[in-house]
């Protein structure tokens, strides 16, 4: 086996964000910032997908993530970015922990359609809730670091050099879990979880570990979506969102722990550019490539369920 | 007591509604095993179908009356035209997938679909609220309904109970069962499986489309459509369990009956209890309150 040479590519990515990034114009660091929002929530599932689950809700703990950093600002008046992205983290977090109990002996279409309709209870409620803005949500402050309040020109690189120090820390993180016993037993669950479970390993407590790993991610990733975006709506649990994080993990594969970030921008360059060429077919080719890529790339982006299907 | 009629009649309506709306899912994953997310495409396609044709109908002059048969012929032919197209072109040859591989690819189809639909007709609303009214309204206790009403709870009677009696009367349904119970001993046995697989697409998709053409003239059709009641109908399928009839037909009496209820008591609970439902069937029937045990496969 060969040395693992993904922290070096993290390092690299890393350095090259916080140097190239000053550079970059507005919307370009936007774009990034994002990215990296939706890559965190994408990096969760993919944890999810190598054990075989498709969460279609984990749009749950986006806006979890994204209400808890809000919330810190509105009722506390605090808006540092660690901070809110500490609250998004420990929120889902929690939130996760408790489900967890229950999704986690779930699999196959009902792992997903419960992880959906728990997204949609919190979509429901948001909805309704007045004192969180009902459907408008609410404006988030502009976001801090340890304090000091970066200019107007310096705010978008301040975000993202906080956004990129944290995912990739925790990008890194994954990859060393990834490589404990406790990690590599998702592609033993997704191809036999009997075996697993013969083998005297808990399938349960393995899928309870992941899903709250995931739950973090995302909230994290809600966190700063909510400070770089600077407002919060209910659609963020809405399952299109969900949707659209599926769609960002099986375009990236379950390759590499960096294969998330890569594939939440590749999606970002193609829905703005699909969107500004015309926008009543972007989701048209979305749908296209999420097609093509399951049905020609089963292999490479989708490794997922190699085997016929018993019946 | 007025109030609580009346949370009668609307839960009966609503619940016939989402009993249309639901029942191809179900028979759909029923016969196929496939979670079927461009069911909500069909919908929209239906609504869209109908208020356009409808609309073009009226406008010509013809006989309004008649326009209910347009309403349905609009979902036929929409339907004829689209669910045989996907299913021979793509969905046949994605059957041996798992069955969240095919969910995703459904999912992809709906996303295609949904521009598909903002191409023909476009993004402005569509409105054609004539057959809606032209029934005149009915009261109970007080209150006025559209009689139009009646129209969406016959046609969830004869889907329901038509769909029942041809499962379990007819030669045809006979045969269904068998490709439901084993595709493999059917097709050996002489059974076209493929045919019933292309039929069973066709007809679950047709009912969709049917739930949309008859839904049309009560609101104003408009893009995403079919995103809020692909999660409405699997709210009401997963409640009374994927792939049973009468679990459909409980479900949505069950939802329909919720959501009357908050809309008269707790109209701030609306959304969340339908999908509290839902989790809560989940977390301790999860193949839904009409199950069979399930062998657990190896």
């Known amino acids: 086996m060969t040395r693992d040479r993904t922290p070096l590519l993290i390092g690299v990515i890393l350095v ?3 140097a190239g990034g000053a550079f970059l114009p507005q919307w370009a660091m936007f774009m990034v910032t994002i990215a990296i929002a939706r890559g965190l929530v994408a990096l969760g599932l993919m944890l999810l997908l190598r054990a075989g689950l498709v969460s279609f809700g984990q749009a749950l703990y986006y806006c979890l993530g994204a209400y808890a950093a809000g919330a810190l600002g509105r ?16 929120a889902a977090g929690v939130a996760a922990f408790i489900l967890g109990f229950l999704l986690a002996k779930y699999r196959g279409i009902f792992f997903g359609l419960l992880s959906l309709a728990l997204s949609m209870i919190l979509y429901g409620l948001l909805v309704k809730n007045e004192a969180l803005g009902s459907t408008d949500g609410f404006n988030i402050l502009p976001s801090t670091l340890f304090g000091i309040r970066p200019g107007p020109d310096w705010v978008r690189y301040a975000v993202l050099a906080a956004a990129a120090v944290v995912a990739l820390l925790l990008a890194l993180a994954v990859n060393r879990y990834l490589n404990t016993p406790l990690g590599r037993l998702a592609p033993a669950i997704k191809d036999n979880e009997i075996r697993v479970e013969y083998m005297g390993a808990s399938a349960r407590h393995a899928v309870h570990v992941m899903y709250v790993i995931a739950a973090v991610l995302a909230g994290v990733g809600g966190a700063l979506a909510a400070t770089t975006v600077g407002h919060i709506d209910p659609d963020m649990a809405f399952w299109t969102t969900s949707g659209e994080f599926i769609f960002i993990t099986i375009l990236a594969g379950t390759g590499s722990v960096v294969a998330p970030f890569a594939g939440a921008l590749l999606y970002g360059v193609i829905h703005t550019t699909a969107y500004d060429l015309s926008p009543n077919t972007w989701q048209l080719s979305l749908g296209a490539a999420l097609l093509l890529i399951i049905v020609f790339l089963p292999e490479g982006l989708w490794s997922l369920f190699p085997q016929r299907r018993w019946r | 007591m007025n109030q609580l009629l009346s949370v009668g009649v609307d839960g009966v309506i609503y619940s016939a509604w989402l009993f249309t709306a639901a029942l191809g899912l179900t028979l759909i994953y029923g016969v196929m095993k496939i979670v079927n997310v461009t069911h909500g495409s069909f919908y929209a396609l239906g609504a869209y179908a109908g208020a356009s044709i409808t609309g073009a109908w009226l406008a010509r002059g013809y006989p309004p009356m008649l326009s209910y048969a347009v309403l349905l012929g609009s979902a036929l032919l929409v339907t004829l035209v689209v669910a045989p197209l996907i299913e021979r072109a793509i969905l046949r040859f994605m ?31 569509y409105f054609i609220a004539e057959p809606y009214a032209l029934l005149g309204s009915f009261s109970v206790a007080g209150l006025a309904y559209p009689t139009y009403n009646l129209i969406l709870v016959a046609l ?39 045919r019933y697989y292309l039929v069973t697409f066709t007809f ?5 489309a049917l739930a949309g053409a008859y839904t049309a003239p009560t609101v104003s059709v408009v893009p995403g459509l079919g995103v809020e009641i692909i999660v409405l109908s699997f709210a009401v399928v997963v409640i009374g369990g994927l792939g049973s009839l009468p679990g459909a037909a409980l479900g949505a009496v069950i939802v329909g009956v919720v959501r009357s209820l908050s809309v008269h008591y707790m109209p701030q609970v609306e959304l969340f209890v339908i999908y509290f439902v839902m989790a809560m069937v989940l977390a301790f029937r999860p193949r839904g309150l009409f199950s069979l045990a399930e062998p657990r496969r190896i």
């Open chain 2, 204 to 208: 679950g998709s047709l009912l969709a």
């Open chain 1, 16 to 18: 090259a964000l916080l």
């Open chain 2, 95 to 125: 059957y041996a997938k798992d069955e969240v591989v095919i969910l995703l690819i459904t999912y992809a189809l709906f996303l295609i679909l949904e521009d598909v639909i903002k191409l023909v007709w476009g993004v402005n609303p």
């Open chain 1, 75 to 90: 009722f506390f008046g605090i808006s540092d970015i660690f901070a809110q992205m500490l609250a998004g983290a420990a």
């Open chain 2, 156 to 194: 969830a009677l004869v889907a329901g109970l038509g769909l029942a009696w041809i499962l379990h009367s007819t030669r045809v349904g006979k045969l269904l069962l068998a490709v439901i119970h084993d595709p493999e001993i059917s097709r050996a046995m002489g059974i076209n499986v493929d």
